[in-house]
């Protein structure tokens, strides 16, 4: 089976839960129309469905290599790139001053969304180049934004984000890149790993986003600022000339991703140091860099749906074609009238449906926020760690699942489950691991403003569960849903009043607490629309009825998961000596 974009189901929650008919035309949307949105999707899925997909398995067989000093990426990748920066599908979120759609975040993400689902590996490069984008325009100067933001918004150059050193992994404080100041510009001395597309010949030139350490900076996450290093260094004219002094010198051999170079990066290596420009001040790199992070940690959220998706469409092809055993009550029939079967896809679908809908609601609220909307800004930041933490540990859940369905056949190459698994497993890790999403939450998101905003949320949650209540069939969800909030009050009075020990030991347990909660409430927004619809006597029932039969199954299976979660995170404390020993095996 080929993957097939769900168009319904995303236009769908663009409207209900993204909120995208109330940001279209208004500043900075102002060239957004919400009556173009269909013809966008149905051309990205066009693109994905036709070019991105049928790349997906080549980079199996054939991955990048490393040849003459440069990265040679899996064939057909360099012709399906062109077609992309071609269709204008880098510039979709760039403002127009520089070459930009000036289309809102949530539009993004949706046909983000598809290069995921249907070849993570592609969908890596123009992820990493969109969040350079924005954390360029964002802190470079005018000279900077002027020199190299038309190429990247076109897509004729790409981005990487360089972080990690083998020293520093996501202990960012530890990092020992140098900068060395040089008149206008500084040269810079040190290796980076794990460098998602950090060479390749796709594009004619690739614009670096390093952290390093000016000499003479304090130790510490402080200390460091944010540079621009470009593989060529463009001339007066903006062609690219000659190379600068950085190069891959390795390609990691990983469990997934397999078309998705992933380089260490070595900078200064000749002896005279990459040339690289500062982006912001110096000494605020991290904070430069947060913007390109945060946009990061929400498309791998957006990976894990369409990775997610994948699985869907995957385990209901596979289980509508295959006969194995005789399904209860019935003489003959395929496996998906197994009742575990049919369990498990409805438990991979509505799963998929409350991710989709996490990750569109922190898009339309970062849209929001861009729109002038108050507390629209304190909304998004508290729904990226869900989004991202969330959203990942559950798809690695769908993935296993549709191997299950699949029995065998999904255990060998050829089906490409495994390869699915597989490209899965990174999502959890890249951009911040579940526990530094779920500090984050604990602490910088809900602590640090007393719970305030997630109090806010969880208001507005109980607010929806009223009327759902009162609303025939889908009564019993609502009730669900509502009893959930409150045990997400208590836990998060309780996490309140303790320590900062007893809370990073909460951490995980109340983030996919909070993350099951909130995608049973987006689900059920997303029902009381349907139901909506349905008394209107709108068309396409089906659809209509399929979001309700959704929401009821996910508060069924899924939401007395939150409960446990959240009696699991209050019986935290902080590990012991006992405990640790327990760990060492002593």
Not at 29 to 47: G, N
Not at 87 to 101: D, I, V
Not at 209 to 235: E, N, Q, T
Not at 540 to 558: E, K, N, T, V
Request: charge should be negative.
């Amino acid at each position: 089976m080929t993957y097939r974009a769900p168009l319904r189901e995303m236009q769908h929650l663009l409207r209900e839960l993204a909120g995208l008919d109330e940001v279209c035309g208004r500043p900075p949307f102002e060239q957004a129309d919400p009556e173009l949105v269909p013809a966008i999707l149905e051309e990205a899925a066009r693109l994905a469905e036709n070019v991105l997909a049928p790349l997906n398995r080549a980079g199996e067989a054939d991955p990048p290599r490393i040849v003459e000093g440069e990265v040679r990426e899996t064939a057909g990748f360099a012709a399906a790139y062109r077609q992309f920066a071609e269709g204008g599908w880098s510039a979709c979120s760039a403002a127009p001053e520089y070459g930009g759609m000036g289309l809102p975040q949530a539009i993004n993400c949706a046909v983000s969304e598809m290069w995921s689902a249907a070849n993570l590996s592609f969908s890596i490069c123009p992820m990493l180049s969109m969040g350079a984008t924005e954390a360029l325009a964002s802190h470079g100067d005018a000279k900077l934004r002027e020199r190299f933001l038309g190429a990247m918004v076109s897509g004729r150059w790409t981005g990487t984000m360089n972080l990690t050193e083998p020293q520093a992994g996501s202990d960012l404080a530890a990092i020992r890149m140098r900068a060395v100041p040089a008149g206008s510009h500084y040269r810079l001395f040190g290796q980076k790993i794990f460098i998602s597309w950090g060479d390749h010949g796709m594009a004619e030139n690739i614009v670096h986003m390093v952290l390093a350490r000016i000499d003479g900076a304090p130790r510490g996450a402080r200390g460091l600022s944010m540079f621009l290093v470009p593989k060529f260094l463009p001339g007066d004219d903006g062609v690219p000339g000659g190379r600068n002094d950085v190069r891959p010198v390795s390609l990691e051999h990983k469990l997934g991703i397999h078309a998705s170079p992933t380089c260490v990066m070595a900078y200064g290596e000749e002896g005279e140091g990459a040339i690289g420009y500062l982006v912001g001040a110096k000494s605020e790199g991290l904070s430069c860099m947060f913007t390109m992070m945060n946009n990061a940690r929400l498309h791998v959220g957006l990976e894990a749906v369409g990775l997610a998706e994948a699985a869907c469409q995957k385990a209901v092809d596979f289980a509508s074609g295959r006969v194995q055993g005789r399904p209860p009550g019935r003489s003959d029939g395929t496996i998906i009238h197994h009742p575990d079967v049919g369990r498990m896809i409805l438990l991979m679908k509505s799963i998929t449906e409350a991710a989709r809908g996490i990750c569109y609601a922190t898009a339309g609220a970062i849209d929001q926020a861009a729109a002038g909307v108050e507390g629209a800004r304190a909304r998004s930041e508290l729904l990226v760690p869900l989004a991202k933490g969330w959203s990942t540990e559950l798809c690695q859940e769908v993935a296993s699942m549709c191997l299950q369905i699949h029995g065998g056949m999904g255990y060998v190459e050829e089906t490409g489950v495994a390869q699915l698994v597989r490209d899965a497993r990174i999502t959890t890790i890249y951009e911040g691991t579940t526990a530094i999403q779920a500090n984050d939450f604990i602490g910088r998101k809900t602590h640090r403003d007393g719970g305030a905003e997630l109090s806010r949320l969880l208001h507005e949650i109980g607010e929806t569960c009223v009327p759902a209540e009162r609303s025939g069939q889908i009564a019993e969800a609502g009730a669900v849903i509502g009893a959930s909030r409150r045990e997400a009050e208590q836990a998060l009075a309780w996490l309140l009043r303790e320590s900062d020990s007893t809370r990073c030991a909460a951490a995980v347990n109340f983030l996919m607490g909070c993350g099951t909660l909130v995608g049973g409430w987006l689900l059920l927004k997303s029902a009381l629309a349907a139901a909506a619809a349905l008394e209107r006597g709108q068309c396409d029932a089906g659809f209509q009825r399929s979001r309700i039969d959704l929401c009821s199954f996910y508060a069924a299976h899924m939401l007395p998961r939150a409960d446990a979660l959240f009696r699991a995170a209050c019986n935290a404390s902080p590990p012991g000596q006992s405990l640790a020993n327990l760990a060492l095996g002593a």
